[in-house]
């Protein structure tokens, strides 16, 4: 089983930055793709960024240029930088991770919201 660890979700005034970490119980490097998603109240969950093994990433269109995604394999981690934040950024945000067998594993989510 794997267990995933999210950190770093908040309040920021639009504008702001945060940095989102997701720890796991074991390597990363087992992990096909890790990946960043967001659901806000009332729509579907989507797919924010993600990153895979061979370190290629891949970006919703609304988070191109504001938000970056990075892989630490000596600490089991990804993170999600978050800059230029807008209101409608405010969400849950999930670490999402995927085994080369296929397997799905996802974190417990954190809250991310944004004030105008």
């Known amino acids: 089983q794997v267990q995933l660890v999210e950190s770093g979700g908040g309040l920021v005034q639009a504008g702001g930055s945060l940095r989102l970490s997701c720890t796991a119980s074991?390597?990363?490097?087992?992990?096909?793709?890790m990946g960043w998603y967001c659901q806000a109240p009332g729509k579907q969950r989507e797919l924010v960024a993600s990153?895979?093994?061979?370190?290629?990433?891949n970006y919703a269109d609304s988070v191109k240029g504001r938000f970056t995604i990075s892989r630490d394999n000596a600490k089991n981690t990804v993170s999600l930088q978050m800059n230029s934040l807008k209101p409608e950024d405010t969400a849950v945000y999930y670490c999402?991770?995927?085994?080369?067998?296929?397997?799905?594993?996802w974190g417990q989510g954190t809250q991310v919201t944004v004030s105008s």
């Open positions: 074991v390597r990363i490097t087992s992990f096909n793709v």
């Open positions: 990153i895979t093994g061979g370190g290629s990433t």
């Open positions: 999402r991770v995927r085994r080369y067998s296929g397997a799905d594993y």
